[in-house]
C-alpha cells in the first residue's frame, strides 16, 4: 500500500468518546487525504492537508477535524463519535494537488471504524 | 451528489469476455482517472485520461473519454477471475481533492 500505514486498522468505541486515527506515509508526498467510505456513497472527502499544517475541508466535515504537525502524519480526529460515523476511513496520499496531471493518489489499506 | 457516476452497479460475466463499465460526470474536468479496488483493500490506480485525450490504452484496459458528453468507460478485455473487484471512477476538476463515484462491482466467473 504505497508506504501509507493506517493505524487501528479495526476500532470499535463507544457514541460520544473522542477517536483519533493516524495515516503515516513514508514517501514524503506534501498532499494527504482522509475519505470515508460507505455503501452506496464510494469515497467521500473528509479533509484534505497540503502542506504542514495546512488543511481544508472537504464535503462531509462535519464533526471531524485534523492535524498536521509533521510531513509524514496525518491525523483525523472525531471529537464526539457518533453512529453515523461508523465507517471505513481511508487516507490518501499525492505528490501533486488537484488541476495536475500528476494528481495520482494512493491509499492506505483503511480503517474500519463502529460507533456502537 | 457524486460528480461521478458509474453504471452498471454491478456486472457479472465469465472469463474470457469484456467488462465494459461507464462513468458520467456533471462539471468540467482537467483529468479523468479510474481506480480499482479488492474486498478489504484499499484503491489502486489504473489509469489517467487527460481532457485533450479521446482514448488511452493500459495493458488490458482501454478507456474513453467523451467530454461533450461528460463520459467515460473502462473495457477490460479478456477478463479474469483476479479482476474482480470494485471499480471507480475519479474526476480532477483542479478544485480541492478528486471526485469519487459509487464504483462498479464485477464479478468475473472461472
Known amino acids: 500500500d504505497a508506504g501509507i500505514t493506517q493505524s487501528p486498522r479495526h476500532k470499535v468505541t463507544e457514541t460520544g468518546t473522542p477517536v483519533t486515527l493516524r495515516c503515516h506515509q513514508t514517501?514524503?508526498?506534501?498532499?494527504m487525504y482522509w475519505y470515508r467510505q460507505d455503501p452506496g456513497h464510494g469515497l467521500r472527502l473528509i479533509h484534505y492537508?497540503?502542506?504542514?499544517?495546512?488543511?481544508d475541508k472537504g464535503e462531509v466535515s462535519d464533526g471531524y477535524s485534523v492535524s498536521r504537525s509533521k510531513t509524514e502524519d496525518f491525523l483525523l480526529t472525531l471529537e464526539s463519535a457518533t453512529s453515523s460515523q461508523t465507517s471505513v476511513y481511508f487516507c490518501?496520499?499525492?505528490?501533486?494537488?488537484?488541476?495536475?496531471?500528476?494528481?495520482?493518489?494512493?491509499f492506505g489499506a483503511g480503517t474500519r471504524l463502529s460507533v456502537l | 451528489s457524486q460528480q461521478g457516476e458509474e453504471d452498471p452497479q454491478a456486472l457479472s460475466i465469465q472469463e474470457g469476455e469484456n467488462a465494459t463499465m461507464n462513468c458520467s460526470y456533471k462539471?468540467?474536468?482537467?483529468?479523468l482517472q479510474w481506480y480499482r479496488q479488492n474486498s478489504g483493500r484499499g484503491l489502486v490506480h489504473l489509469i489517467l485520461?487527460?481532457?485533450?485525450?479521446r482514448e488511452k490504452h493500459s495493458g488490458r484496459l482501454r478507456v474513453t473519454l467523451d467530454t461533450s458528453k461528460k463520459s467515460s468507460s473502462l473495457l477490460i478485455t479478456a477478463s479474469r477471475a483476479a479482476d474482480t473487484a470494485s471499480y471507480f471512477c475519479?474526476?480532477?476538476?483542479?478544485?480541492?481533492?478528486?471526485?469519487f463515484g459509487s464504483g462498479t462491482r464485477l464479478q468475473v466467473q472461472p
Open positions: 490518501a496520499i499525492s505528490a501533486t494537488g488537484s488541476g495536475s496531471d500528476k494528481n495520482i493518489q494512493y
Open positions: 514517501e514524503n508526498h506534501r498532499y
Open positions: 492537508s497540503y502542506g504542514v499544517k495546512d488543511t
Open positions: 462539471t468540467s474536468i482537467n483529468n
Open positions: 485520461i487527460r481532457s485533450n485525450e
Open positions: 475519479a474526476t480532477d476538476t483542479g478544485r480541492r481533492a478528486l471526485t
